[in-house]
């Protein structure tokens, strides 16, 4: 069913400094269309730097990126998301005081929004979207009420109505718990076969193991392995990287 | 012809009973008496100085209210709002005193500059963020301020002088008072329509995150931008009417008190409420105009009254007085 059609993100030599800190440290790597991919590391790892310098929120010191075969090194946030590449955020920002409708409907003014929603309509194309993650019927109401497992869903629909090609999901099942987890799973699950090629991160392993094919691990802000969830959680550099190294508990 | 006019009518119609069923709702119903109020002023009294006192309430309502669509619904907070308020007094005062312009023309004109100083202003202000933007529009109002006090302008602009002896918008104060009433009410529509439009949308989510509606493929800086022109055109035409009202205008127009008097005004309405500014702008200038004759006293009660309000309704005073006008006509229908 999954037809794999070359690659669609390259990053080749991504380098991010913060003074003396080198927080992503000549990273690269390719993801295949219509793939699935997770991103480990412990907290400080670097994935969400890596995250924010593929979505035009930080610049790199060095490196570049490209995706859908163009380069879309230093572009703005909002034309890598009208390159067809959307993020979520790990602390969900929802905007406080707009109903969850019009929380999609902004997104579904952006220009690929808007050419995706040109037959339904806007505000047809907004209720699909937020039916598809199950928010359909608190349309009418503000984020503040909702709990937070909702709040993730609400996140996701929003880089939805973009109508990307590739979606980013940062720690998109931190803090939930586990049925919760396992329904943002299914949904993602869903989402990629549909089409939508997946980045995905997480610090803890277990929901990422289960969910995707291949896994690359970050540490200290280097890519430290990449192959299946087995392989990687049998790295050795991997088990140290979130058990600490032998000779520190020694 | 006829044919043309019945399928016109029938275009119409479900605005005339959309019409009908937000007049007949609470909110419908009161503001429509509260314009007929506005409008039957004149009837009641016809003196110049109290419709005068109305007369500078309608635009300090269009003042505060161009100040709180930036604020209240865009996020982008003006420290300089009287640059706007200005550069469209001295565009309107310039063209009808030494053009020879008609007042009409030149409200709009003097809109249109302060759309242009609009632009020029937030192609650098609007990169910075919070703090640093209202300090940046500050820093704009007060260049102008001292810009036209330089004696280089003397000739034309009148330095500190200012430009005086413009001829008012109609000699008959009652007209005066229908044309700036329109001119408020106008304002206030095509600015609650605005916020209530999807572009308004757009604006209210820079407001809630700005990094979100980035996220979501919002051109965050074009939209700024647009609301940043919208809300300086809307400014210009206080200044344009203001400079009408006072047949000129001079450099302290441009100065912070002016800047300030528009937050101050929409804070007391409420911010985020357009039409709270009517309520806002009214008892500022009612409090200024009827404690003016005390001076220093009068600052004193004004401060108090701020304390007060702000104290007891943070979010402004014209939703909970709103409020209790319903809950006690909901008494007098017996509910």
Known sequence: MKQTLGTIFEAKNLTKRFGGLTAVNDVSFEIERGTMVGLIGPNGAG???LFNLISGFDNPSAGHIKFD???????????????????????????RYLTLLENVTVPSLSPRGRA?????????????????????????????????????????????????????????????????????????KNLNEEGVTIFVTGHVMRELMT???????????????????????????VLEAYLGRSEGYA | MPKASKHFFEELAPA????????????????????LGLILVP??????????????????????????????????????HAAFLGIGGYATAGLVRYFGQPWWVSVFAGAFVAVVLGLTVGVPCLRLKGPYLALGTL???????????????????????????????????????????????????????????RVGTVFRSIRDDETSAEASGINTTKYKLVAFMISAFFAGIAGSLFALHFRGVSPPVFGTLYSFQAIVMAALGGVATIFGSIGGAYLFTFLDTFLGPFAGLSVFVFAVVLLLVFRFASGGFMKPVVEWLKEFIDILRGK
Do not use: C
Not at chain 1, 69 to 95: H, M, N, S, W, Y
Not at chain 1, 136 to 161: M, N, S, T
Not at chain 1, 214 to 226: T, W, Y
């Open chain 2, 139 to 197: 820093a704009f109002s007060l260049i102008l301020n001292e810009l036209f006090q330089s004696p280089a302008l003397q000739p034309w602009l009148g330095a500190s002088g200012g430009v005086s002896g413009v001829p008012p918008l109609s000699h008959d104060a009652v007209v005066e008072y229908l044309v700036v009433l329109a001119f408020m009410v106008a304002s206030l529509v095509v600015m609650v329509s605005i916020t209530n439009s």
């Open chain 1, 211 to 237: 969910l995707v094919p291949r896994v690359l691990a970050m540490h200290q802000g280097k890519l430290i392995a990449d192959g299946t969830p087995k392989e990687v959680a049998n790295n050795k550099i």
């Open chain 2, 43 to 80: 009837a009641i009294q016809k003196s110049e100085y109290w419709l005068g006192i109305f007369v500078l309430a309608d635009i300090w309502v269009i003042y505060a209210a161009s100040w709180d669509f930036l604020a209240g619904y865009v996020g982008q907070v003006s420290f300089g």
């Open chain 1, 47 to 49: 994935k969400t730097t």
């Open chain 1, 69 to 95: 075969g163009v380069d879309i090194t230093g572009l703005k946030p909002f034309q890598v998301v009208e390159r067809g590449l959307a993020r979520t955020f790990q602390l969900v920002r929802p905007f």
């Open chain 1, 116 to 188: 995706a929603s040109e037959s339904a309509g806007i505000d047809e194309y907004a209720s699909t979207i937020l039916s598809s993650v199950g928010l359909v019927d608190k349309a009418r109401i503000p984020p503040v009420v909702l709990p937070h497992g909702d709040l993730r869903r609400l996140e996701i629909a929003r880089a939805l109505a973009t109508n990307p090609q590739m979606l980013l999901l940062d720690e998109p099942f931190s803090g939930l718990a586990h049925e919760e987890s396992a329904n943002i799973g299914e949904l993602t």
């Open chain 2, 16 to 35: 005339t009973r959309r019409f009908r069923s937000w007049a007949l709702t609470y909110r419908g119903l009161l503001t429509l008496l509260g314009l």
